[in-house]
Structure formats: structure tokens, C-alpha cells
């Protein structure tokens, strides 16, 4: 089983908003974004790379860990359903989440133009005893997809995220559903799933990502993947028993600023089950990356920061 990741898509689009519909989250906030992401981060980047995950296909499924839009505009988030209904295998290939910027105003919050936008890519396949959206599971072949979401409107210059007990409590059953028995459990969450203490990222944290680590190794997770931090990731924490869990985070999927080892790109991971083990596990991973020369994109050999990247 293959699993494409993809995260931070950052559609931007004023469309036919004014400054006001933006601004009114935060002055200081929308400026620094809009003269950021014009720069860094280009809708039609993220366009190509759909192209050539369509184009070159190897993949089984399609995960996306959230951060679709920039300002959680309508127009982008029109854009960002464009983009997506171009990448072949429709709804029932792809699990999605949302991020922080997906509810980046208090207004897109309130109207919930994330779940209106996306919520056929969110139905789970089973009742995990939430009232809400999240978490969900997705069975697809060898993997069992369990969707969470960390965003919410955060005060000015904020982007921390909050699973929640409500979320917390879904996520147990999930992991010890009877219809993920066998499977390899992947974890999509937003943010990364370990306290960032580092500098200017403390204030970009999961909240409650204590608590989530105790769930996790309690329960046990084949993989977690996250988006958030605009960075090749991959580290351990800790699962079921003394076994390791995997997490992996990817770059955006529009950047194409000066750092070439951030450019837009997407994984492909390989699950596969080990001798007589009960789940399938992750055995090795490919990266395509953004070619600043010539705009197409290409393997590489990319090597992932380690947790320390977020702590130190
Ligand atoms: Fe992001
Ligand atoms: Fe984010």
C-alpha cells in the first residue's frame, strides 16, 4: 500500500473580497501573509504537482494534512476544490484535514466554510461516538486513516492548534476500532504531534500534545503525518509496548521561495507487512520535489530534519 502526503497547499486568492474581509483578522497578520505568500507561494505550483501525481500515479491513496487555503477566503477555497478534483481517484482516494489557516477568521469559523468546502472528502466510515466531524476513519486497502483537526481561530499572530477531549476520546476508539484490525493505523493531524518549544514555534503548537502522546502510546499507531511546519520531518515517539511511531511531515505544497530543501513537493510512503507482523508498517518513502529550473518536478534524495528541528 502507498500513501501520497501532501500539506500546506496555501491557496491565495482575494477574489472579489476587499482588504476588510481579511484585515479584520488582524492587521498586522494579513499584511505579513500577503506580502509573504505572494512571493513564496504560488497557486499554480500547487497545480503542477497535482499534475504530476496524476501524471505519474504510484500511489494508493492520497492523505492531506491541512493549511489549503491562507486567509480561509471563499475564493480560496474554491480554488483549492478545483485543485482537488483534479487528482485522479476522486473522494474516495483522498482524506483530508483542515489547518489553522483554514479557519484563519473568526467568520470562517462561524460558517464552517471548511466542512461545506471539503466535507465529502471527510465522511467516516464508521460511528466513533462524536457528535462532531472529527475524528474520522477512512479503510483503504492495508491502511486504516484516522482524521483529526487542530484548527481554530487564534488570536492575533497565533497559529497553536487543539485536538480537545471530545477529539481525544474519538481518536481511542479509532485506534482500537475492530475495522482497523490488521491495518496500519495512520494518524493525520495538522500540527506536529510533540511540544515545539523552539523559539517563534512555542506559540505554534499543539496545545494539547501531551495528551495525545499518551493516547498514542497507549493504543499504538503504525504512522502519523503532519503538515504545519513547512519542513521535510521524520522522527520516533513513542508507541504501544516500547515501539516506535513513525511521524512524518511535509513541506508545502506551493512553496517555491529561496530555501530549495523546502520547495513544493509531495511523498509517497510504502506500508507493508513484515514477516508474520499483525499490522503493516512503513518501510520507505519517496519525495518529488519542486525543480526551480525548468518548474517541473523530480525525485530526490531529501534528508528529513529531526525532532530536535521543533525543540532546540
Ligand atoms: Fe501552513
Ligand atoms: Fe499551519
Redesign the pocket.
Known sequence: MKLAHI??I?ILSLGGHGLRAFLNKRLAGGANILLNRRANYKNEVAFALVDDMNSRGGFDHVCIT??LTSLALKAEFEIAGELLAKLRGGPPGVSLIP???DFYTRGSEREKSFETAFGHFMKSDVDLGVDARFPYLHVRGDAAIIGLSTGLATGLLFAYGVLGEAQLGGLERALSHPSTQGKARVVLIHHPPVKTTKFLRGGRSLRDAGALGEILKAHGAELVLH??E?EDLAYDIPGQDGAAIPVRGVP?ASYVGRHAYRHARYHIYQLERQGGAARPTLVSREVRSYQAAGGGFADVEAVPLGVEALRT
Request: aromatic content about 0%; glycine content about 24%.
Open positions: 500539506s500546506d496555501h491541512g493549511d489547518g489553522n489557516h503538515g504545519h513547512h508545502s
